[in-house]
C-alpha cells in the first residue's frame, strides 16, 4: 500500500465551484506539504503543516486554504475554483529528521481541470 | 535569495548514452542539495542528495558532486536505459533555514530511446 495517498487522483470542475483534495500518509511524520505543479514552473508550494497546531502560508496560498485534521491527514481546499488554479496538485511529508534535511515523500498527485 | 536553476528540457538521447543534467544554485548559508525524480504518472521520489561541499550522492547508477566553488550539483549517468526517461528536479534545502522549504528547479524531462 502506498504511505501518502491522495483523492481523488483526477478531477475536472466548473469556475466558482469548492473543491477539496485530501492527502493521508501512513509513514507517522508529522510535517506535511501541498504543492502544485505547471508545466515549466517546477514545484510550488502551497501550505505546509509542521504538526497538527501549525499551518503555514507558502509561496502562492492566495485562494487556496488547508485543513489539517490528524497527524495523517491534510486537506486542501479551493474556496472558488478559477481556470488558472489548473494543475497538478502533490502533497508530501517528511519527519523532522528528513524535513531538517531536505527529504520528503510524495503522493502520487492529483490532476485538477477547472474549466 | 535561494534559487535553483536547472537545464530546459526535454533532453533526448539514445539507450547507452552518457547523461548530464546541469543544475546551478544561489543560497545563503550551507543548503543540502537534492535531485529527485519524477516516472511519467508518479509522485515525486528522492533519487540522491548531498549535504556538504564535495560530497557525492550516488543511487541507481546516477552521481551528482556538490561544488560550491562553482554552485554547481550536475547530475550524470554513464549509460542511460529507456527506464530512465522521466523528470528530474534539483532542490536545495538551506540548512538552518526554520522554514525548512525545499527551492525546486524547473525540472528537466529525460526522454531515452531505444
Known amino acids: 500500500d502506498a504511505d501518502v495517498t491522495q483523492t481523488p487522483r483526477n478531477r475536472i470542475t466548473k469556475t466558482g465551484k469548492r473543491i477539496m483534495l485530501e492527502c493521508s500518509q501512513t509513514?507517522?511524520?508529522?510535517?506535511m506539504y501541498w504543492y502544485r505543479q505547471d508545466p515549466g514552473l517546477g514545484l510550488r508550494l502551497i501550505y505546509y503543516s509542521f504538526d497538527v497546531k501549525d499551518i503555514n502560508k507558502g509561496e502562492i496560498s492566495d485562494g487556496y486554504s488547508v485543513s489539517r485534521q490528524a497527524q495523517a491527514k491534510f486537506s486542501l481546499s479551493l474556496e472558488s475554483a478559477i481556470p488558472n488554479q489548473t494543475a497538478l496538485y502533490f502533497c508530501a511529508t517528511s519527519d523532522s529528521h528528513h524535513g531538517l534535511l531536505g527529504e520528503q515523500f510524495f503522493g502520487p498527485g492529483t490532476r485538477l481541470t477547472v474549466l | 535569495g535561494n534559487s535553483v536553476t536547472q537545464m530546459e528540457g526535454p533532453v533526448t538521447l539514445s539507450e547507452e548514452a552518457f547523461l548530464t543534467i546541469n543544475c546551478t544554485y544561489t543560497a545563503t548559508g550551507y543548503p543540502s542539495l537534492f535531485w529527485y525524480v519524477q516516472y511519467p504518472g508518479e509522485g515525486l521520489q528522492l533519487l540522491l542528495k548531498?549535504?556538504?561541499a564535495d560530497d557525492k550522492g550516488s543511487n541507481k547508477g546516477f552521481e551528482a558532486t556538490y561544488r560550491k566553488e562553482t554552485t554547481s550539483f550536475h547530475l550524470e549517468k554513464g549509460s542511460v536505459q529507456v527506464s530512465d526517461s522521466a523528470v528530474y528536479f534539483c532542490?536545495?534545502?538551506?540548512?538552518?533555514?526554520?522554514?525548512?522549504?525545499?527551492?525546486w528547479g524547473a525540472g528537466t524531462k529525460l526522454i531515452i530511446k531505444p
Open positions: 509513514k507517522g511524520h508529522d510535517r
Open positions: 548531498a549535504t556538504k
Open positions: 532542490a536545495l534545502s538551506a540548512r538552518g533555514d526554520s522554514n525548512y522549504q525545499l527551492i
